[in-house]
């Protein structure tokens, strides 16, 4: 008597992969952020990826920043290992003032005031473009440059916009 046994590979453990990246609003206002991406479905040009990021910024004389964000995404890659990204998410930012906060009292007097923190949402949209080394090569690793643009919510009563370059790596597990 012989048993014949199906079994689908269920090992996602090479569906993750971790981020490394400058995020920053250009030169001015460096930042960095660690993250992973987490395959969903793909095939030999495109895939469908959820990615978590948690990240912060430094704007000189304003505001430093600490961001924890979450982005669906679709990667197309081309046959020369070329790949184009469009991700869009939401995230939550928590901000303070970098720098000297100053408060008057009831008698008009000004002293050095506390540093308040402020808490925003961050709907958020990116656009990168890179090399992806296992389409052709066994190599584990993705190079990214792009675009991110997003929200500050809370900002003086208004969505305040923002542009930020991104440049990464990603490795794959």
């Known amino acids: ?14 569906r993750w992969a971790v981020k490394l990246q400058y995020v920053g609003e250009f030169v001015l206002h460096p930042g960095f952020s660690v993250g992973t991406d987490f395959t ?5 040009w495109f895939n469908l990826h959820w990615d978590t990021e948690l990240g912060g910024s430094v704007h000189e ?6 961001f924890l964000q979450s982005t669906i995404g679709t990667r197309f890659t081309a046959s020369f290992a070329f790949f184009a990204d469009i991700q869009a998410g939401i995230g939550y930012m928590l901000s303070m003032p970098n720098g000297d906060v100053y408060k008057m009292d009831d008698t008009g007097s000004v002293s050095t005031g506390s540093r308040p923190l402020s808490s925003h949402l961050k709907p958020t949209f990116s656009l990168l473009f890179g090399w992806d080394g296992k389409q052709n090569r066994e190599i584990p690793l993705k190079v990214f440059t792009g675009f991110e643009a997003y929200l500050q919510s809370n900002y003086n009563h208004i969505m305040l916009p923002h542009t930020a370059f991104r440049l990464g790596i990603s490795y794959q597990l």
């Open 1 to 14: 008597m012989s048993v014949v046994t199906y079994a689908q590979e269920n090992d996602i453990s090479d």
């Open 40 to 44: 969903i479905r793909s095939n030999h």
């Open 61 to 66: 004389d304003n505001n430093n920043s600490l």
